[in-house]
C-alpha cells in the first residue's frame, strides 16, 4: 500500500500573516534635526537610534565648546585627531570616566564619515588612546580612594599599632 502524501496547508496571504502577527511594530521617526546633523539627510539620521543621536549630539557639541575655548582647529582630519588627543589627555587627568572618549569617537565617525574606521585605519591615534584611556582606568562599580587618603589611613594604622 502506497504513503499518503502530507497535507498540503495553502498559503495565506499577507494581510493574514499580518494580522497573525500583531500590531505592526511602531517605527521610531526622526526628530528635528539638531544643528550639529544639519547637512545629514534623513536616512542618514536614521542609521542612529535617537537616543545615541542625543548622547553623539551631546559629546560632540561639548568637544566643539572644549576646542573652540582651547582655540584648537576641527575642520581637517589631522587637526581633529590632534584636537581629540589633547582632549583625551584632559578629560583623563580631570577623572572623567573613558566611556566619553568611546562615546566621542562614535560621534566624530557619525558626524563625519570620511574619518570612520570603514574608509581605513583612520583616527588611529585616537584609538590606540582610548585603549590606553580604558586600560589605565578600567570601569569600577564605586569611587577610587584616592592616593593620599590611603597614605593617611596607612599612617593611622602604623600610629595605632
Do not use: N
Not at 53 to 68: I, P, V
Amino acid at each position: 500500500m502506497p504513503a499518503m502524501a502530507p497535507a498540503r496547508r495553502g498559503r495565506r496571504s499577507r494581510a493574514k500573516v499580518a494580522a497573525a502577527r500583531g500590531p505592526a511594530r511602531r517605527r521610531w521617526a526622526v526628530d528635528a534635526a539638531p544643528a550639529a546633523f544639519g547637512r545629514m539627510s534623513s536616512l542618514q539620521l536614521e542609521s542612529v537610534r535617537p537616543r545615541a543621536r542625543k548622547l553623539y549630539q551631546a559629546s560632540w557639541e561639548a568637544f566643539e565648546e572644549w576646542a573652540s575655548a582651547q582655540k584648537l582647529p576641527i575642520e581637517s582630519e589631522d587637526d581633529l585627531e590632534t584636537a581629540m588627543l589633547d582632549y583625551f589627555d584632559c578629560k583623563y587627568f580631570d577623572g572623567v570616566h573613558s566611556s566619553l572618549g568611546g562615546r566621542l569617537v562614535c560621534a566624530a565617525c557619525y558626524l563625519r564619515p570620511e574619518v570612520s574606521r570603514q574608509r581605513g585605519a583612520r583616527l588611529a591615534r585616537v584609538r590606540q588612546a582610548l585603549r590606553g584611556w580604558c586600560l589605565r582606568a578600567p570601569s569600577q562599580s564605586r569611587l577610587p580612594t584616592p592616593w593620599e587618603v590611603v597614605c593617611l589611613l596607612a599612617d593611622f594604622f602604623v600610629r595605632r599599632g
